[in-house]
């Protein structure tokens, strides 16, 4: 698997174990294709998904596969774990192994959970510097004030870790229930942020990603691959939010 700053001529030669002035003379005569083209530069960048071949032989072909996933209550947001089904046990396809996912929900958490074999697009969607929203509708033991919404804009110090948390916005749905809109995803981070007010969070429930939004049809536990306009979107720098 490829970074995406590749070089094909560092590709080939460490793929074939030759020297990049043998690489030079296999792009002289034609015989390497980078996406089904004829390459002729050894700079050519090659991503994770580019296919190559050399002399018509398929040296990196691989897929991107993006999924959403309903994640129900009970379900680690793990890969694989000795006591608990998985999200990935959910899954029923055969590259499934391949997949990783892009940002956890605790356990009793429920709602969208992502997952990709694309390390860049992951990263996107998960680094703090990038800002992406993830909306969460939270149920509340005791009633939520209106100071609750200034205390998440604001952010709050988190001695663990010694960070401000990013200004979150909150929207007082009803008595016990609001809506949080996080741009990062810090350890139990709504919890904690409402356990600053002594207010146990009893239900949690993940309902958007950036652009793309969990479908209402998935039942708990259903999955299904993302359609080419949520991937676009979430891949359009500007429309992430
Ligand atoms: N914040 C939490 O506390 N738990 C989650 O699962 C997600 C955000």
């Known amino acids: 698997m490829q970074s995406r700053r590749a070089r094909l001529d560092r590709f080939i030669s460490s793929r074939m174990g030759i020297s ?24 050519h960048p090659i ?21 959403m996933l309903n994640k129900p209550a009970g379900v680690v947001s793990a890969t694989r774990d000795a006591q608990h089904q998985t999200v990935l046990d959910l899954l029923n396809r ?36 990038h800002k992406v929203a993830k909306n969460y509708l939270v149920t509340l033991k005791k009633p939520i004030t209106p100071d609750y919404a200034q205390a998440f804009a604001e952010g709050m110090y988190f001695p663990y870790e010694d960070i401000q948390t990013q200004p979150a916005q909150l929207h007082i749905n009803s008595q016990f229930t609001a809506e949080v809109i996080l741009t990062e995803g810090r350890y139990h981070q709504i919890k904690r942020m409402f356990g600053r007010f002594q ?43």
């Open 94 to 129: 055969k590259d499934k192994g391949n997949l990783h996912i892009v940002g956890r929900l605790d356990f009793n958490s429920t709602g969208l959970v992502l997952l990709t074999n694309d390390g860049a697009w992951s990263r996107r969607l998960t680094s703090p510097e």
């Open 199 to 241: 207010n146990p969070v009893l239900g949690l429930h993940r309902t958007k990603i950036g652009c793309i939004h969990l479908d209402p049809t998935l039942a708990p536990g259903e999955s299904r691959d993302l359609t080419e306009t949520e991937i676009a979107c979430s891949q359009a720098s500007n429309s992430v939010n």
């Open 47 to 67: 991503g994770q998904f580019s296919r190559v071949t050399l002399n018509d032989e398929v040296l990196q072909a691989d897929t991107a596969l993006y999924v």
């Open 20 to 43: 990049r002035r043998d690489v030079r003379q296999l792009l002289i005569q034609g015989r390497i294709a980078v996406d089904n083209c004829i390459a002729c530069e050894m700079h």
